[in-house]
């Protein structure tokens, strides 16, 4: 029977990691019988979107680079193929295992199927898997409260908006996307006691369908909600959701980001000016936390949770106009205190 490790929550900051978990097996990079590898430190393969996104894999490709600068050790990131299958997923893992790569890291729910079938093969490699639960002994699932940081952008939206319309872009419709739509359309209701309307939409059903990866697409959906009076337009869509920003910028409404500080990624420069906020999710926080705690030979086993009251999810504010939206900053703050204080719940779905 596998060992159930307890679930424990793990705090990221900029400057310092708590990291509270269970050991369990060494940091060799051992694995399929080969015998024993030199550890050539952290891997990550990216989700739909790869590197670029401004988002998402640009996050956890931040965390690789904090790893490598401080460990002083090879690392890799490998790109997806358009179309690829779960057989063309596990290839690439048990690939950077079988080099020696550890931990090896799949950015995305993606990489369940594939992950769950390569870690048994490599016991003395860890794993790790964003926004996904597998269950191994070498497998760490770095699973977000994305529905809190969601929260807080509805809020921020409910306080913004002068048309009582705001909008939403979800990338595909998929249950990890629906905790953002959850989240955000809660903190909409609770601070404007349900005067102002969410209007939501999902680009596509599948991820192979560009859901994640297609700015056109999120362009398209954000004009459409624009022209029944949206001015604030969230979006959890990827790589797609730069579509989103630019028609938002273009039309001189609000936009959210999402995952990463938005507002300050180099390549959406041209439209910060509209990006509010973003609701941030420590990607690259949870990433370099597994990497250290391999480094230190107790490696993270089991799921890790990163939620406000850790700092693994938030709301940015580096926009200064976020601070000069009337009642803005205050109502976030209290919804802050309100859900790591337990008196708000938010929901998931």
């Keep these: ?96 295992a079988k080099q020696g790569y550890n931990p090896v890291i799949g950015v995305g729910f993606a990489y369940g199927p594939a992950m769950e079938a390569v870690a048994k093969d490599y016991p003395d490699t860890t794993f790790g898997i964003v926004d996904s639960v597998v269950e191994g002994d070498n497998v760490t699932s770095l699973v977000f409260a994305e529905e809190q940081a969601s929260y807080l952008a509805g809020v921020a939206a409910a306080k913004a ?72 337009v969230y979006q959890a869509a990827g790589l797609s959701g730069q579509g989103v920003i630019e028609a938002a910028a273009k039309a001189k409404v609000w936009a959210i980001g999402v995952d990463s500080d938005q507002y300050r990624q180099e390549a959406l420069a041209a439209y910060k000016d509209s990006i509010l906020t973003s609701a941030l999710k420590d990607v690259g926080g949870a990433v370099y936390a597994l990497a250290k705690s391999v480094e230190d030979g107790k490696p993270l086993t089991g799921t890790q949770t990163f939620d406000l009251k850790v700092n693994g999810v938030g709301l940015s504010e580096s926009n200064p106009q976020y601070a000069e939206i009337p009642g803005l900053k205050d109502a976030v703050e209290k919804a802050k205190e309100g859900i790591t204080g337990g008196q708000i719940k938010v929901r998931t779905e």
């Design 1 to 96: 029977m596998r060992r159930i490790s307890k679930l424990t929550r793990v705090a990221v900051g900029v400057a310092s990691l708590a990291l509270a978990a269970t050991a369990c097996g060494g940091t060799s990079g051992e694995g399929g019988g080969d015998g024993e590898k030199e550890n050539l430190g952290l891997a990550i393969a990216y989700d739909i979107g790869g590197k670029g996104d401004q988002s998402f894999n640009d996050a956890a490709f931040a965390g690789l680079t904090k790893a490598k600068d401080e460990f002083k050790y090879k690392t890799a990131d490998i790109e997806p193929t358009e179309g690829e299958t779960d057989a063309d997923k596990e290839q690439r893992l048990a690939s950077l």
């Design 161 to 232: 908006t002068k048309t009582n319309t705001v909008g939403f872009v979800g990338g595909v419709d998929i249950p990890l996307i629906h905790k953002f739509e959850a989240g955000y359309k809660q903190g909409v209701e609770d601070t404007s006691g349900g005067k102002v309307k969410v209007i939501s939409q999902y680009l596509t059903q599948t991820a192979e369908e560009g859901g994640f990866s297609s700015p056109d697409k999120g362009k398209a959906a954000a004009e459409g909600q624009i022209e029944k009076k949206a001015d604030v």
